[in-house]
């Protein structure tokens, strides 16, 4: 049973609002969970992306939640929509995000989802706050390898298979241990019509976005595989997709790195913050990434071989803070 719990709600002020909740993952009274989403404000806003604003909801036994309200949507039946929904719902991996639940009231459309309380991988990279963490090679490592595992699953064991379309620093979310959940998967799909995507949506994810799935505006898991050899590009260098650096002189990130690595400069290519880096790791890191981004789509990797290269390079010289975290590996 993909939804076991479906409730429709009818309250005084109007019938339409409706509550869903996906394999009983929010286990509040429906009035409860409504009440909260109703009581969202200014002072809950955790941030806003393409789709609409992201809020913090706390419940009565402090359980906390992140709600995405939707601002703009496909035209089209809300049969469909809901029905998309339930299938994003049923997914359930350790390093993807879970989408709990979805509330349609009157006037707008909420996702209620976990809420990952160390915030996104780009505010970690690029944000530089008092008391921010730094995150060293093995953390970063860490990252790539559970962002990996969850794409790797969306593509090959989810059916149908998923898509993300939208794979960029500011979709993975890291929890207290610094573990990774990819988020907002299938989301894109969703919400935007493949006409409107390519002009709406790359404005917001520029720099990671493969050039056949730009030209055509079809995303394929190609597509996403070389959106993840940018983020493994970015974990390295530190910098954004769009960084001046290499954008004042005409390249993009891929570019930029192909022309230090010619020049012999890995140095210049490694985030400086990284100081337990060591040269071997990165260079294999490097060789990944340029695979993911080959300028072809048939040349590049499945997410399940990237996996797999992925998991040769970072387990096998037993980094020993590493084993510590996954020791069902040793
Ligand atoms: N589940 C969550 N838990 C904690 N923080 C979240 C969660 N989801 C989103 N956020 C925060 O809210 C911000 C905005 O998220 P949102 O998904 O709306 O925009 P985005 O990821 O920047 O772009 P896009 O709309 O393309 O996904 C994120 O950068 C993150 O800091
Ligand atoms: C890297 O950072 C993690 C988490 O902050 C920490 O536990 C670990 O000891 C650090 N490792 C090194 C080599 O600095
Ligand atoms: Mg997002």
């Known amino acids: 049973m993909v939804v076991q719990i479906l409730i429709l709600v009818y309250l005084l002020w109007g019938f339409c609002t409706k509550l869903i909740t996906f394999h009983g993952d929010m286990p509040y009274p429906s009035c ?56 994003l719902g049923s997914i359930k991996h350790i390093n993807l995000v879970n989408l709990r639940g979805y509330c349609r009231l009157p006037a707008t459309k909420l996702l209620i989802y976990d809420y990952l309380s160390m915030g996104s991988l780009d505010d970690f990279l690029h944000e530089h706050g008092e008391g921010q963490q730094l995150l060293n090679w093995s953390a970063r490592l860490k990252i790539a390898l559970g962002s990996a595992r969850g794409l790797a699953y969306l593509h090959h064991d989810c059916c149908p298979k998923i898509i993300h379309r939208d794979i960029k620093s500011s979709n993975i979310l890291l929890d207290e241990n610094l573990e990774p959940h990819v988020s907002d998967f299938g989301l894109a799909k969703l919400l935007v019509d493949e006409e409107a995507h390519v002009t709406t949506v790359v404005a ?103 996996l797999q290269l992925l998991e040769q390079e970072v387990m096998s010289p037993c980094p020993s803070d590493f084993y510590e975290s996954h020791s069902d590996y040793c």
């Open 204 to 306: 917001g994810t520029f720099g990671y976005l493969a050039p056949e799935y730009l030209q055509s505006g079809r995303a394929t898991e190609k597509s996403d595989v070389y959106s993840f050899g940018v983020l493994l590009l970015e974990l390295v260098t530190g910098k954004r997709p769009t960084d001046p650096t290499f954008v004042k002189r005409g390249l993009n990130v891929v570019g930029w790195m192909n022309t230090l690595l010619k020049e012999n400069r890995l140095e210049d290519v490694i985030d400086k913050r990284c100081a337990d880096a060591d040269m071997e790791t990165v260079e294999a890191i490097l060789e990944i990434a340029a695979r993911c981004t080959d300028a072809n789509p048939d040349d590049r990797p499945s997410m399940n071989q990237v």
């Open 32 to 87: 409860e969970i409504i009440e909260k989403l109703e009581a969202l404000d200014e002072e809950d806003v955790v941030g806003s992306g393409g789709f609409g604003t992201v809020y913090r909801m706390v419940m009565n036994d402090c359980g906390t939640f992140a709600v995405k309200r939707i601002d703009r949507s496909r035209e089209g039946s809300d049969q469909v929509f809901e029905r998309e929904l339930e299938i």
